[in-house]
């Protein structure tokens, strides 16, 4: 049984950055897709971005695009998600999934084709305020 763990977040001003990590264990990374979700209060969880098996296809959200950078360190059995000029909008408990690559496009659809896509951890709260 794969087993997430994300770290990483807290409250960051405006303009802020962050970096998230989610670390695997109780099973390997390698050969699935990883990826970074989030739910905003009221809202479904959407997808933010993913990366395939290998780091080389990746999947942006409009509102992550030129801001959120997503990467993989198979080694450490972990995924990363690095965020730049944070916005308050941007507050939301943040999840990590792994799941099978054939599920790879599906990142970016809605809650009901995303809610179970594979594994997912716990999720961490992330506040952009002043």
């Known amino acids: 049984q794969l087993r997430l763990i994300e770290s990483g977040g807290g409250l960051v001003q405006p303009g802020g950055s962050l970096t998230l990590s989610c670390t695997a264990s109780?099973?390997?990374?390698?050969?699935?897709?990883l990826g970074w979700f989030r739910q905003a209060p009221g809202k479904e969880r959407q997808g933010v971005s993913c990366?395939?098996?290998?780091?080389?296809?990746?999947l942006y959200s409009n509102s992550a695009k030129d801001r959120f950078t997503i990467s993989r360190d198979n080694a450490k059995s972990t995924v990363y998600l690095q965020m730049n000029s944070l916005k308050p909008e941007d507050t939301a408990v943040y999840y990590c999934?792994?799941?099978?690559?054939?599920?790879?496009?599906?990142?970016?659809?809605?809650?009901?084709?995303?809610?179970?896509?594979?594994?997912w951890g716990q999720g961490i709260q992330v506040t952009v305020s002043s």
């Open positions: 990366i395939n098996t290998d780091g080389t296809s990746i």
């Open positions: 109780g099973s390997t990374m390698d050969g699935l897709a």
């Open positions: 999934s792994a799941f099978a690559n054939t599920y790879f496009g599906r990142c970016l659809a809605s809650y009901a084709a995303t809610y179970d896509l594979g594994d």
